[in-house]
């Protein structure tokens, strides 16, 4: 099992930017892809971005394309996301998740993850 610590979260204005941090640790974090997701309130949680094991792919969500990436250092075993030009509706607990062992890919379906943060709260104002 790996275990996902979050951090970065906090409260910022809209058009501004926050990198976001997960620490990961067990050795089940190798070969797998990761995921940044995220749950505002009354809203199901989304995929926003995923990252293959190797960094060199990545996939976002269209609301965060252009504005948001993805990556991640192997050797310190943590994975990022900078977010960029942030906006209200980017406000959510954002989660890092490891995809399933045996995912492929950049899935962005929340069933392709587990091992879930407890998540950091990013609150945006206008």
């Known amino acids: 099992q790996v275990q996902l610590v979050e951090s970065g979260g906090g409260l910022v204005q809209a058009g501004s930017s926050v990198r976001l941090s997960c620490a990961a640790s067990?050795?089940?974090?190798?070969?797998?892809?990761m995921g940044w997701l995220r749950q505002a309130p009354g809203k199901e949680r989304e995929v926003v971005a995923a990252?293959?094991?190797?960094?060199?792919?990545?996939n976002y969500a269209e609301s965060v394309k252009g504005r948001f990436t993805i990556s991640r250092d192997n050797t310190k075993n943590t994975v990022y996301l900078q977010m960029n030009r942030l906006k209200p509706e980017d406000a959510a607990v954002y989660y890092c998740?490891?995809?399933?062992?045996?995912?492929?890919?950049?899935?962005?379906?929340?069933?392709?993850?587990?091992?879930w943060g407890q998540g950091t709260q990013v609150t945006v104002s206008s």
């Open positions: 990252i293959t094991w190797s960094g060199g792919a990545t």
């Open positions: 067990g050795r089940t974090f190798n070969g797998r892809t």
């Open positions: 998740a490891a995809g399933r062992i045996g995912v492929t890919g950049l899935p962005m379906g929340t069933m392709s993850y587990d091992s």
